[in-house]
């Protein structure tokens, strides 16, 4: 088992940045491979970004070259770096612990344009 707890969204004017944090507590197997998911109001949930323990990462394609994923091992945290950000990447964000399937409560990033 694996507790998440998401911060960092908030409010940002389009062409901003925001950092989101994922702390990871519990199973160390549970966190090695993990990622980050978005849903916007009156859509399905989907993969923004994942990474695995070695740190490989991988992106949609909607964000890449934007957004940054990565991780702390030593504090079991897990980050995703959003930068240039649009008014589509508006959403609740979640963490993802994917060989557990884990969820996090999400934060809500808002972009104004």
């Known amino acids: 088992q694996v507790q998440l707890v998401e911060s960092g969204g908030g409010l940002v004017q389009a062409g901003g940045s925001l950092r989101l944090s994922c702390a990871a507590s519990?199973?160390?197997?549970?966190?090695?491979?993990m990622g980050w998911y978005r849903q916007a109001p009156g859509k399905e949930r989907e993969l923004v970004a994942t990474i695995t323990g070695r740190g490989s990462t991988s992106y949609a394609d909607s964000v890449k070259g934007r957004f940054t994923i990565s991780r702390d091992n030593a504090k079991n945290t897990v980050y995703l770096q959003m930068n240039s950000l649009k008014s589509e990447d508006t959403a609740v964000y979640y963490c993802?612990?994917?060989?557990?399937?884990?969820w996090g409560q999400g934060t809500q990033v808002t972009v104004s344009s």
């Open positions: 519990g199973d160390i197997i549970c966190m090695s491979a």
């Open positions: 993802h612990a994917r060989i557990c399937g884990f």
